[in-house]
Nanobody, 123 residues
């Protein structure tokens, strides 16, 4: 079993920045792909970013150039640095881990999920 705990969400003004963290425990973090997804009220949970076991990254078009995913295998932690935030980035952000190693954008390929951390961007 894998436990994922997100942190770092909050309220920020448009144009501001936040860094989300996801601490993982329970299995070999370094060989797992990790992803971030988000869900706005009344909408589906959508892909945001992913990082493979080797560090390859994948981003949704809506966040390219503004968000950066990274991982620290020594700390079993994945990060999502978000800059130039927009009101449309408002959502609950979820961390996910996959038994596979690729930077998947499909949520069905992720096996474990955190509880989510809310991000609100005011205009």
């Amino acid at each position: 079993q894998v436990q994922l705990v997100e942190s770092g969400g909050g309220l920020v003004q448009a144009g501001g920045s936040l860094r989300l963290s996801c601490a993982a425990s329970g299995r070999s973090f370094s060989t797992s792909a990790m992803g971030w997804f988000r869900q706005a009220p009344g909408k589906e949970r959508d892909f945001v970013a992913a990082i493979s076991w080797s560090g390859a990254t994948n981003y949704a078009d809506s966040v390219k150039g503004r968000f950066t995913i990274s991982r620290d295998n020594a700390k079993n932690t994945v990060y999502l640095q978000m800059v130039s935030l927009k009101p449309e980035d408002t959502a609950v952000y979820y961390c996910a881990a996959s038994r596979g190693g690729g930077a998947y954008s499909i949520k069905g390929l992720y096996d474990y999920w955190g509880q989510g951390t809310p991000v609100t961007v005011s205009s």
